[in-house]
């Protein structure tokens, strides 16, 4: 069901009274936009993944000294490392610079994230009186955020900026994990024998991450991405019953806005129809599967988003260009558009720059029309 009052934004007092959605007009007849909406593009559009942020040497020196949440709260910060991978790379999205569980922090969890760790949880929710701890998200709570995608819009003005979230079943993960795990044996458990709770839970975080979504959208973000990252985890029927009522309720809630909803997950080959049905525009697939099989699995009307391998990079160039030429080739199923080149999941750290920046002129070199 689409919350047909998202529909008509109303600005926030005290910020800017630019009318998010002519602010996004800039960006209408971009590439990405063009390719999310499955319409003729000039060249299939690429951005990646984990763009900003660790791969990038001008990365590392502004973040020098300031802790990553609060990197996340400086508009200044926030926008200068956006636009990073943008000015350098030449992609045709920014990607806002932010972390899944920092909607999580604005509603006052004591979390962290550790250099080398990720996200940490001081205190795990795992009983139903844990979550009177997850209180809905107020716009009030983010304004930071109002005010970065404000600034980066202005700055950006053709090109795209995507806002995200992360999935609700991938912020139970580290709710009740209370960090980063392999297994997800506390947060089955909890799925498994707790029913209520777990629906509960995801739906309580459902809420959030679509109050997190609407400020980025409202502010001028021209798409957004749902991570979720770790549902790969699970089988088919457990996805249908336990996950999908949570994140399709996160995609009916923006559904009004008519901003392409994108819908990324690692290991998901059996999960790729089930995802696109759960309310995406756009399916974005890992490396393990390829585009034009992924395209039989999603089915017709859905544009797709990746997936070359982020460990190609590390091959020589010739070998990222014929591992390159393997995706678009298998894009080809699309039909010509409804692609947005991207790797199969984030940068990995140690990336050379440099290979990615070649990679975004040979993607836009080979496909052009
Ligand atoms: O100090 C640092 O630089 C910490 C590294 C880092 C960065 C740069 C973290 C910690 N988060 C981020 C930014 C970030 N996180 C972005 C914006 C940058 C960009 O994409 O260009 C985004 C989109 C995320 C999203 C995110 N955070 C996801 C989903 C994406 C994915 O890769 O699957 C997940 C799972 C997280 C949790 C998280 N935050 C940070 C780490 C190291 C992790 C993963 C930890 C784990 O393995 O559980």
């Known amino acids: 069901m689409s919350d047909t009052s998202a529909a008509t934004p109303v600005p926030t007092p005290g910020t800017s009274t630019r009318q ?53 709260m400086r508009p200044d910060l926030v926008k200068e490392i956006t636009l990073q991978p943008v000015r350098r790379h030449g992609v045709d999205a920014a990607i806002y610079f932010s972390d899944i569980v920092v909607p999580l922090k604005a509603i006052g969890l004591d979390l962290d994230i550790k250099p080398g760790v990720g996200p940490v949880v001081a205190d795990p929710i795992r009983t139903r009186a844990d979550l009177e701890r997850l209180r809905p998200l107020e716009p009030d709570d983010v304004r930071y955020i109002t005010e970065a995608v404000g600034l980066l819009v202005d700055e950006l003005g053709a ?16 709710l009740v994990e209370g960090g980063p795990s392999k297994n997800h044996e506390r947060t089955k458990a909890m799925m498994y024998g707790e029913p209520g709770l777990w629906a509960d839970l995801l739906d309580r975080l459902a809420d959030i991450t679509a109050a997190f979504l609407k400020v980025q959208i409202e502010a001028g973000a021209s798409a957004v991405q749902l991570f979720d990252s770790w549902v790969g985890a699970l089988a088919p029927r457990d996805y249908r019953a336990s996950v999908m009522p949570a994140s399709r309720k996160v995609f009916d809630a923006v559904a009004g806005y008519g901003v392409p909803r994108i819908h990324f997950g690692v290991g998901t080959g059996e999960l ?27 089915g017709p009307g859905k544009a797709l988003q990746g997936n070359l391998d982020p460990a190609v990079l590390f091959a020589p160039e010739s070998a990222v260009r014929a591992k390159a030429d393997e995706v678009l080739a298998a894009a080809g199923a699309l039909g010509g558009t409804g692609h947005v080149f991207n790797l199969g999941h984030g940068v990995l750290p140690t990336t050379d720059p440099d290979a990615l920046t070649r990679l975004v002129a040979y993607v836009h070199e080979a496909t052009a029309r």
């Open 20 to 72: 998010p959605a002519a602010a996004r007009g800039a960006a209408h007849d971009s590439a990405f936009l063009r390719a999310c909406r499955r319409e003729a593009v000039p060249h299939t559009p690429v951005w990646f993944m984990r763009q900003a942020g660790r791969s990038l040497p001008e990365y590392l020196k502004v973040r020098e000294g300031v802790a990553m949440l609060d990197s996340c």
């Open 159 to 174: 090109t795209p900026l995507i806002g995200f979230a992360g999935a609700p079943f991938t912020l139970a993960s580290y």
């Open 272 to 298: 790729l129809g089930l995802m696109g049905e759960a309310g995406a525009d756009v399916v974005g697939v890992d490396w393990r599967v390829p585009l034009d099989e992924a395209h039989r699995r999603v």
